[in-house]
């Protein structure tokens, strides 16, 4: 009996370690782990092909949770708004709507850059002008010439805990994956002063976050353990997410229960396994904005969409660990660590990866948020 509860607790603690971040992509090597592309999608009578196609990459976009907090309505042809789904909010880590929105602007990204590898040229305008409002941005859509892009990279795209190499990123890749960031993306290699007090304070807010009842209930809420659930939801956090596999992937896969997530043995054991994890991978970038307006945060999002594909390009494995950004504590240790006023909005822990897992976290289908004229 002890040996089986040491083996749940073990499985549930890797859970708690690389559940929380706010940009999840996922990948398992179980062959009971759905992947992604097993999950049927519906079309829309209502749009055309390549729109569909442009809206199903879009939302490959990455989110806290894995939350999608995305719902497009289509007010006629080529005119449609990107809204913030208020049932997908995650208040206790996000209360302010900050991740959302940086969410929200990595979706227009891989719709823009979508758009333009069909022939079309989309155009975004930030409309909302308060982080609580619905309406966010307003995309036209207009025929135009072809703009290739290697969309591959939208369905490649994912986050990456495990892995990571310890040796520092090379100037040329650094120079490749910082091209569209506009000066607001900073890289500490592993061993610098900077990064040692990046992942110090890291561990520390994942170890108090971990234990606020709050933001661990919000996690539990989309935990998506069995299979049956991550059919139903096409949402949330799965045990591949995780990069649990092997035996405690199926333990947990088939006896796991979410509120086992919320016992203090498991919450300690997540955290120790954080703060080892945040000793790995060969630095951490810090992205940071103009400002905090929707529109900064909407740029923002964009600029780091587009950067995260250029890291799955270069084979460097990204992982937001955004608790220090979510504590208190946590914002004030980095931002005196720069000696000057900063708009932190990414701290991401990277590193080269050997072998690129696939991913294989859900997305809902089309019909599930985005809705036609009719509706409107």
């Known amino acids: ?25 996922a990948c398992a090597s179980h062959p009971q782990a759905l992947r992604r592309e097993a999950l049927p999608d519906n079309s829309l009578s209502f749009l055309e092909g390549p729109e569909q196609e442009m809206l199903h990459l879009a939302s490959l976009a990455p989110s806290g949770h894995n939350s999608q907090p995305w719902k497009v309505r289509v007010a006629g ?12 909010r995650l208040p206790a880590v ?8 940086l969410s929200l602007g990595a979706f227009v990204e891989n719709l823009s850059l979508a758009a333009g590898s069909l022939g079309f040229r989309a155009e975004a305008e930030t409309m909302a002008e308060g982080r609580g409002d619905g309406d966010i941005v307003r995309i036209s859509l207009f025929p135009d010439r072809r703009r290739p892009f290697p969309v591959e990279l939208m369905r490649l795209r994912r986050t990456v805990k495990k892995g990571q190499a ?30 040692s007090c990046i992942r110090d304070a890291t561990a520390e807010a994942f170890r108090t976050q971990s234990f606020r009842d709050d933001a661990q209930k919000e996690l539990v809420r989309w935990l998506r353990l069995s299979n049956r659930s991550v059919i139903e939801h096409r949402d949330g956090l799965t045990v591949a997410g995780m990069e649990i596999s092997g035996a405690p992937g199926w333990y947990l ?14 919450r300690e054991q997540g955290a120790d396994l954080a703060a080892k994890t945040a ?29 995260a594909l250029e890291a799955r ?17 946590g914002q004030d240790v980095i931002a005196a660590s720069h000696g000057r006023p900063m708009h932190l909005q990414f701290v991401l822990r990277a590193g080269y990866v050997e072998k690129y897992p696939k991913p294989v976290s859900p997305r809902r289908p089309l019909p599930s948020f985005v809705r036609g004229p009719a509706a409107v």
């Open 279 to 307: 000793a790995e991978g060969g630095g951490w970038i810090v992205v940071t904005s103009r400002g905090d307006s929707v529109s900064d945060l909407i740029e923002t999002g964009r600029r780091f969409e587009r950067m």
């Open 166 to 195: 310890s040796r520092e990123i090379s100037s040329k890749d650094l120079k490749a994956l910082f091209r569209h960031m506009e000066g607001f993306a900073h890289y500490f290699p592993r061993g610098s002063r900077h990064a």
């Open 1 to 25: 009996m002890n040996s089986r509860r040491n083996f749940m607790k073990g499985a549930m603690a890797a859970g708690l370690a690389f559940a929380a971040g706010p940009l999840l992509a």
């Open 253 to 266: 896969r088939n006896f796991g229960k979410p509120e086992d997530f919320l016992k203090h043995s498991f």
């Open 77 to 88: 042809p080529g005119r449609w708004m990107v809204e913030a789904d208020s049932a997908r």
């Open 94 to 101: 996000d209360p302010e709507n900050r991740e959302l929105l």
């Open 313 to 329: 390009a270069l084979g460097i494995g990204i992982h937001p660990m955004t608790q220090v950004l979510e504590e208190a504590t």
